[in-house]
């Protein structure tokens, strides 16, 4: 059995550990919204544990497993939001995304921005890598695009900076008191991860609007739902607090675990 397999395996039965909850699709969470339900807090408590064991079992700049391009079998299955509604991004989309702006904000020393171009002409990384999906499904796929990290550094990272949250253009849901934006976040090891890549194209075509146009993160090490589609801002932050219900992002704010290490 493969390293891989095993460290899954061993963290998969962490995080469900007594608690009897089957990982299911994306979609399917909705019931953990609620702060007191039990599995929820059997979620949030394996959060830690999950987070501490992974560090310590796979350091901190393993690389997640790149496989040969005669291993991509499909296109890249689009999950969750595929065509964002939002007059913003209906606006760049119908601009070919020229007025669009990729942005570093936070806790840096500078406030830094991008426009597609001006990222397309920095050094590019591609890498075939395995999308895993909670619902169970997993696609590899060749993205490619340009390192994160080189760019946190332009702008300059202040010392107390804990986390990278990822703002998105989509509204992942609708609600009376209105539309919820995607977002989600990690530590900085995963934003500076040399895999994690401000992905502009797919499979040697420029990135899809249903996978995420015109930019998405990848941070390979991790689950789908870290992998931030319509992408514009990276924001450096002390604590996850201010954001959501305070989890760290979208899903995590309905109980998936924050790290989401594969
Ligand atoms: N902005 C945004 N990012 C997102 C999502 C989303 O709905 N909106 N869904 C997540 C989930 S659950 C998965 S599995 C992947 C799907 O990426 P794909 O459409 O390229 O397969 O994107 C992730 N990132
Ligand atoms: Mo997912």
């Not at 760049?92 to 171009?117: C, H, I, N, W």
């Not at 695009?145 to 010392?159: C, E, F, H, S, Y």
């Not at 992942?172 to 934006?181: A, E, H, P, V």
Request: some cysteine.
């Amino acid at each position: 059995m493969s390293k891989l397999i095993t460290r899954r395996n061993f963290l998969r039965s962490s995080v469900v550990a007594g608690s009897g909850l089957v990982l299911a699709g994306c979609d399917q969470f909705n019931f953990l919204a609620d702060q007191s339900n039990p599995i929820r807090q059997v979620v949030e408590r394996a959060n830690v544990l999950t987070y501490q064991a992974q560090r310590a079992l796979i350091g901190e700049q393993t690389l997640a497993r790149e496989y040969s391009a005669s291993e991509i079998r499909q296109g890249q299955r689009p999950n969750g939001s595929t065509d964002p509604t939002t007059p913003e991004y209906q606006f760049l989309r119908a601009q070919d995304f020229v007025p669009y702006r990729f942005t570093v904000k936070g806790m840096v020393e500078r406030e830094v921005s991008f426009s597609l171009d001006e990222l397309r002409n920095m050094p590019a990384r591609s890498q075939i890598t395995r999308h895993d999906c909670v619902e169970g499904w997993s696609c590899i796929a060749k993205w490619t695009g340009t390192p994160l990290g080189p760019i946190l550094d332009m702008a300059r990272v202040k010392p107390g900076a804990r986390y990278a949250v990822y703002h998105c253009f989509d509204n992942i849901q609708r609600t009376i008191s209105g539309d919820i934006l995607y977002y989600t976040s990690s530590d900085l090891v995963d934003a500076y991860h040399p895999q994690s890549i401000l992905s502009y194209g797919l499979n040697d075509q420029p990135l899809p609007v249903a996978n995420g146009a015109p930019v998405r993160l990848r941070i390979e090490r991790a689950l789908g739902y870290k992998q931030p589609k319509y992408l514009h801002t990276v924001e450096l932050v002390d604590s996850l607090e201010g954001f959501g219900r305070g989890r760290g992002g979208y899903w995590e704010d309905t109980g998936y675990d924050w790290y989401g290490g594969i």
